[in-house]
T-cell receptor, first 113, second 112 residues
Framework: QQQVKQSPQSLIVQKGGISIINCAYE??????FPWYQQFPGKGPALLIA?????SEKKEGRFTISFNKSAKQFSLHIMDSQPGDSATYFC????????????FGSGTQLTVLP | SQTIHQWPATLVQPVGSPLSLECTVE??????LYWYRQAAGRGLQLLFY??????ISSEVPQNLSASRPQDRQFILSSKKLLLSDSGFYLC???????????FGPGTRLTVT
């Protein structure tokens, strides 16, 4: 019940296109949903995050859409660029927990020039 | 600003040898600290977390252990490495009570 399911596993997008990565969860006690971007050989970097009291958050070309009733959230990358090519992880944190983030399995994004 | 360091960056160790990976955080006090392992092409698995000096919680039973001898120092150890211990080890920190978690640069461990 603490799993976060992420799809697709890999994604290829043309430069300028929209990249969409989806995550779904079961545990309604999750209260924080971040997205991380990881380049090869580097640690994940916090990209954008959302709390369940809002349905959308936008930062530059990156937008999180959150559907509380469907228990789903997604990352949209507008005007995708080759420099966005990386692995993206969604995650979720249990309310009141100092423990950890539960991560999705990752999506390898390739943006073609 | 806060900075997180991990060393070594890469390590090749034979099976059965000991392990010590170190993580330090600068620019903050009493952080929550975390050790994750990432297998090739896989997600992140939490190994240990700590909310204070000497306070370690284990998430996955294994031949690894963790210690927090100082407020901003987190150490991952093993007495005898297994082939299955190979992976990318990541340390992370967060402010106590905060949601955001920040990762270090990682250590690539290859057990041969």
């Amino acid at each position: 019940q603490q799993q976060v399911k992420q799809s697709p596993q890999s994604l290829i997008v043309q430069k300028g296109g929209i990249s969409i990565i989806n995550c779904a969860y079961e545990n309604t006690a999750f209260d924080y949903f971040p997205w991380y971007q990881q380049f090869p050989g580097k640690g994940p970097a916090l990209l954008i995050a959302i709390r369940p009291d809002v349905s959308e958050k936008k930062e530059g070309r990156f937008t999180i859409s959150f559907n509380k009733s469907a228990k789903q959230f997604s990352l949209h990358i507008m005007d995708s660029q080759p420099g966005d090519s990386a692995t993206y992880f969604c995650a979720a944190r249990l309310s009141g927990s100092a423990r950890q983030l539960t991560f999705g399995s990752g999506t390898q994004l390739t943006v073609l020039p | 600003s806060q900075t997180i360091h991990q060393w070594p960056a890469t390590l090749v160790q034979p099976v059965g040898s000991p392990l010590s990976l170190e993580c330090t955080v600068e620019g903050t006090s009493n952080p929550n600290l975390y050790w994750y392992r990432q297998a090739a092409g896989r997600g992140l698995q939490l190994l240990f977390y700590s909310v204070g000096i000497g306070q370690i919680s284990s998430e996955v039973p294994q031949n690894l252990s963790a210690s927090r001898p100082q407020d901003r120092q987190f150490i991952l150890s093993s007495k005898k490495l297994l082939l299955s211990d190979s992976g990318f080890y990541l340390c992370a920190w967060s402010h106590s009570g905060a949601y955001e978690q920040y990762f270090g640069p990682g250590t690539r461990l290859t057990v041969t």
